[in-house]
């Protein structure tokens, strides 16, 4: 069982930045994939980062690309999320989530077992 505790959400103006951060809890964490997703007001969730165990690989949503970084500390257990240059179309409820298994579909929801409660970004512009 791993629980995820989300931060590092808040109000930022366009072309800002921020840090996210998914602290979880369990001594197997190290070995879970971890995706970060988003839901804007009055839209679908969507994909928007994703890292393998060992961090080596990384997946983005093309919209993301190139201004958000994923990365990981095993040691203390969290996955962050660098945002930098935000727009006002990036202000969403930011969810991590933790698959323990290998998957081939990393920007899927139901491939994820665990949720965060989730962190709220606003960018005004």
């Known amino acids: 069982q791993v629980q995820l505790v989300e931060s590092g959400g808040g109000l930022v103006q366009a072309g800002g930045s921020l840090r996210l951060s998914c602290a979880a809890s369990?001594?197997?964490?190290?070995?879970?994939?971890v995706g970060w997703f988003r839901q804007a007001p009055g839209k679908e969730r969507e994909f928007v980062a994703a890292?393998?165990?060992?961090?080596?690989?990384?997946y983005y949503a093309d919209s993301v690309k190139g201004r958000f970084t994923i990365s990981r500390d095993n040691a203390k257990n969290t996955v962050y999320l660098n945002m930098n240059s935000l727009k006002p179309e990036d202000t969403a409820v930011y969810y991590c989530?933790?698959?323990?298994?290998?998957?081939?579909?990393?920007?899927?929801?139901?491939?994820?077992?665990?949720w965060g409660q989730g962190t709220e970004v606003t960018v005004s512009s």
């Open positions: 989530a933790a698959v323990s298994r290998l998957v081939l579909r990393v920007r899927e929801e139901y491939e994820y077992d665990y």
């Open positions: 369990g001594r197997t964490f190290s070995s879970y994939g």
């Open positions: 890292i393998n165990w060992s961090g080596g690989n990384t």
